[in-house]
């Protein structure tokens, strides 16, 4: 628990999970990456060339489509999300940030 004295114990905010903080960290991680203004200089450079012309339009939203209701890819996807979260925990920085 904590150091302090019983009748305080109510008014002290409970430690969070380690769950709990580390959702916290991947949404601080995600919002920094989705507001770096590179990142989304260069994400809207890149949909600018895919879709600038009529045919690459047409392949590369029928590729996301069908990319997207694939079982294996769907499968795949949570394969690497598990690895990624796993990789991450094990990172010395986010030891130190815990």
């Known amino acids: 628990m904590n150091d302090y004295p019983q009748e305080l114990q109510r008014y002290v905010k409970p430690q969070l ?13 995600i919002h920094d990456l989705l507001t770096d ?14 879709f600038r012309h009529e ?11 069908n990319v997207l209701q694939d079982p294996r890819f769907m499968k795949e996807a949570q394969v690497f999300g598990t690895d990624l979260i796993s990789f991450t925990l094990r990172q010395e920085i986010v030891g130190q940030d815990f």
């Not at 999970?17 to 991680?29: G, P, Q």
């Open 37 to 50: 203004p590179t990142i989304d200089k260069e994400g809207l450079n890149f949909l600018d060339r895919m």
């Open 17 to 29: 999970s380690l769950w709990e903080r580390f959702k916290i960290y991947v949404a601080i991680l």
């Open 55 to 65: 045919k690459t339009h047409e392949a590369g939203l029928a590729l996301l489509t």
